[in-house]
């Protein structure tokens, strides 16, 4: 039963989030807004809504672990697993230029995000401070992009025409409104199975979030990124995976702080990876090798999408086949160091 728990929630956060996209986006161009704004805004936050329920369904179930894994395991996924994917399907052509400014902003707030996991900095302050942050950025995207189109302008025009949608107003809101709901009740039945299956199995509920509710929840960006890799538009992907990455730190973790400040450190117990010797001593639920494997994915997406102009399919091999080792590794399937170890 709880096996089914979690293959419907993945189900429904799937189908939910498709059907938010479209039908948003569906009602967007009805009411003659450009594709621009609806690639930078509509798509961009549709396909990051899944992580974000489910993040506040875990924060208010207790379940920490789950809510900080499922965005740094997302983002990890969308480097390693999405943008492999399309880069396999489909060369990425990529221009530096258009992704200077985004690919900045990405890089800046993935440090940000590892000095606040290491100094446990979400208060509810921290949460408006991010949220405000991503609210700046889409402005101020908005406004450079309509003043002065250029390259970046046109690839987040290009995000938003990659969504096949063209319904009444009627029917894209009821569309909306249905993926939204599935996508509410997707989350309860993924984060109560996956907590049933973390107690069951002695795992690590931090483990579960950064892999099985992480994957889950980048099921829309990775459907969204190989639908545009087989159309030959590989470059979307790249630039909708760059744009996902920046929501998920500032808007998912900002409003999840927003809502319901927590911790990332908890004292020591089975639930958590072992490290502190002492009763009573806290220790992060989120590993060294963790932070080290969100940076690393990093740094990789950037070095091939600078080097040769194109991200080809060998080094979309490389990328999976990354993302295959941090799963064995985070499942303890390959020896490693205790420091690096999640317990």
């Known amino acids: 039963m709880t096996y089914l728990m979690v293959l419907g929630g993945l189900v429904l956060l799937f189908l939910g989030g498709e059907g938010l996209v479209r039908g948003s986006v569906s009602v967007a161009r009805k009411l003659n807004i450009s594709e621009l704004v609806i690639g ?13 329920v489910t993040s506040l369904r875990a924060i208010n179930s207790g379940a920490v672990g789950i ?50 996991i290491w100094f446990d900095l979400f208060s509810r302050g921290a949460g408006i401070a991010l949220t405000v942050c991503l609210i700046g950025y889409i402005i101020f995207s908005l406004v450079a992009d309509q ?27 009821l569309i909306a409104i249905a993926g939204l709901a599935s996508v509410v009740y997707g989350a309860k039945l993924l984060v109560d199975g996956s907590v049933s299956i973390a107690r069951d199995f002695g795992i690590s509920e931090t ?44 808007g998912i973790l900002g409003v999840t702080a927003l809502v319901h400040p927590f911790s990332v450190r908890q004292p020591v117990s089975g639930d958590v990876a072992a490290g502190a010797m002492v009763q009573g001593e806290t220790v992060s639920l989120i590993s060294v090798g963790d932070i080290s494997a969100l ?9 091939f999408a600078i ?5 080809g399919r060998w080094e979309g091999g490389i990328l999976l086949l990354g993302y295959a080792l941090y799963m064995g590794l985070t499942f303890n ?4 160091p205790a420091l690096i170890s999640h317990g």
């Open 207 to 250: 483990v579960i979030g950064l892999t099985i509710v992480a994957i889950g929840t980048s099921l829309p960006e990775l459907a969204t990124s190989a639908i545009a890799a087989f159309r030959g538009k590989a470059d979307v992907a790249l630039g909708n995976i760059i744009g996902s990455n920046i929501f998920n730190i500032l």
């Open 40 to 52: 930078l805004t509509l798509v961009g936050f549709g396909t990051s809504v899944p992580e974000l």
């Open 333 to 336: 399937l390959i020896p490693v």
């Open 67 to 116: 809510a900080v894994g499922n965005v740094i395991g997302s983002n990890i996924a969308n480097i390693l697993l999405v943008l492999g994917v399309a880069a396999v399907i489909h060369p990425i052509v990529t221009n530096p230029r258009a992704l200077m400014r985004d690919t900045g902003v990405m890089i800046l707030v993935t440090v940000l995000l590892c000095f606040m």
């Open 295 to 303: 940076i690393l994915s990093v740094a990789l997406m950037v070095l």
């Open 147 to 173: 003043k002065q189109p250029d390259e970046v302008a046109h690839m987040h025009a290009e995000e938003g025409e990659t969504v096949e949608a063209n319904y009444g107003i009627g029917i894209g809101i």
């Open 307 to 311: 080097t040769a102009r194109r991200i």
